[in-house]
């Protein structure tokens, strides 16, 4: 979603007035209920600033990266509720119902959800908490993917955002296989939600093979990407921006393949280069 805004544009030493396309960011409530002892449940989980759109694919991604989830088909059904708020008359508060109170232990999600657009799930402070719930390592040998593949995936990404060509301000997630064809994407204000919405999204209609599959975001890699790569086992990351120290370390706990500055004719590896082809 955009608006249309008035704006003073600088340029050649003269300011004009032009109509302006900026992405709406607007936020959103997420909470789980479940039953305990035949009693509903209802908590909220997470305020997140978003793109307003695919709301329940942000949702579904993110109870299963943070594994609040183990499985899609604990989610019952996924509702946008509350009154039409604001400027844009949306619903900025939904709920998720889980199918069984044996899914969600509600007192082992031991810090807060509370989120924003630029700074992602915030809180994790050690790799060694990703263990806890993550026992397992990606494949080492696959996918692998060839060099061409890699520098083409910013650009196909790019060519086939709906929202960045007319606003400018809005990220983008790919969920591509390992030939470099897009399988899913999504787009938000911020890079963490528009990873989020991929994952659920390809969660929902069962797209995800992780043995041929890689994923492409734009701007720079963090902890908290590689993170929500590492819940799909999925085995490389790439991105067009620099990635985070924490993120090349949890990228080599756990075995995934992490490219960054990601150029026409360039790209940096920054673990597992195993799966990377560069000589055909």
């Known amino acids: 979603m ?3 805004y008035n704006i003073l544009k600088y340029k050649s030493n003269n300011l004009s007035n032009i109509e302006d396309l900026v992405s ?3 936020p959103l409530e997420i909470s789980i209920k479940f039953k305990r002892e035949e009693i509903w449940i209802q908590k909220i989980i997470s305020i997140t600033m978003r793109t307003p759109g695919n709301d329940e694919d ?3 991604g ?3 990266n943070e594994k609040i989830i183990e499985k899609n088909d604990f989610i019952e059904k996924i509702e946008s509720i509350g ?3 604001g400027e844009y008359k949306l619903q900025n508060k939904i709920v998720a119902t889980l199918n069984d109170s044996e899914n969600v232990d509600i007192d082992k999600i031991k810090r807060n959800f509370l989120t ?3 700074c992602g799930v915030c809180g994790k402070t050690s790799l060694d908490s990703l263990e806890i719930i993550k026992k397992d390592k990606t494949l080492k040998s696959l996918p692998k993917i060839s060099k061409e593949i890699i520098i083409k995936s910013p650009a196909t990404l790019r060519d ?3 929202e960045f060509s007319k606003t400018g301000g809005i990220h983008a997630s790919g969920l591509f296989s390992s030939n470099g064809e897009i399988i899913s994407l999504r787009e938000d204000v911020g890079r963490h939600n528009a990873l989020d919405k991929v994952i659920g999204h390809s969660l929902n209609n069962g797209l995800l093979d992780p043995p041929s599959q890689f994923i492409t975001c734009s701007g720079r890699l963090n902890f908290e990407l590689v993170q929500k790569v590492l819940m799909t086992n999925i085995g490389i990351l790439i991105g067009v921006g620099a990635p985070t120290s924490l993120a090349i370390d949890l990228a080599n706990k756990f075995d995934i393949t992490l490219i960054g500055f990601v150029k026409e ?4 590896i920054y673990s597992n280069e195993n799966r990377v082809i560069i000589k055909n």
């Open 265 to 268: 004719d360039s790209f940096n």
């Open 83 to 85: 009154e039409y708020v």
């Open 160 to 162: 086939n955002q709906s």
């Open 62 to 64: 993110f109870l299963f």
């Open 24 to 26: 709406i960011e607007e």
């Open 58 to 60: 942000l949702v579904r």
């Open 116 to 118: 924003n657009s630029s």
């Open 2 to 4: 955009n608006s249309k």
